[in-house]
């Protein structure tokens, strides 16, 4: 099994920025994508955004060019530098992680206020 420990989401203004980390630990031996979705009120979850072992990533086409994925593999540790927010980034932001099947963080939730 593998844990994941989410931290960094908050409250900011909008324009403003945050900085998501998600550790994983546990049963790691070969972790393939990391990345993060996020759930507003009301609607479905959705990618924001994922990152290979290889470092290939892939962004939603609302948030490209506003967050950054990152990873450090030493650490199991996946990041999410968000800037540039808006009010409609307002959503419960969850870990993903995939090692022989998908793994799912607690969610930290991120507000931008107006």
């Known amino acids: 099994q593998v844990q994941l420990v989410e931290s960094g989401g908050g409250l900011v203004q909008a324009g403003g920025s945050l900085k998501l980390s998600c550790a994983a630990s546990?049963?790691?031996?070969?972790?393939?994508?990391m990345g993060w979705y996020r759930q507003a009120p009301g609607k479905q979850r959705e990618l924001v955004a994922v990152i290979t072992s290889g470092g290939s990533t892939n962004y939603a086409a609302s948030v490209k060019g506003r967050f950054t994925i990152s990873r450090d593999s030493a650490k199991n540790t996946v990041y999410l530098q968000m800037n540039s927010l808006k009010p409609e980034d307002t959503a419960v932001y969850y870990c993903?992680?995939?090692?022989?099947?998908?793994?799912w963080g607690q969610g930290t939730q991120v507000t931008v206020s107006s």
């Open positions: 546990g049963s790691i031996f070969r972790i393939n994508t």
């Open positions: 993903n992680v995939f090692q022989l099947k998908d793994y």
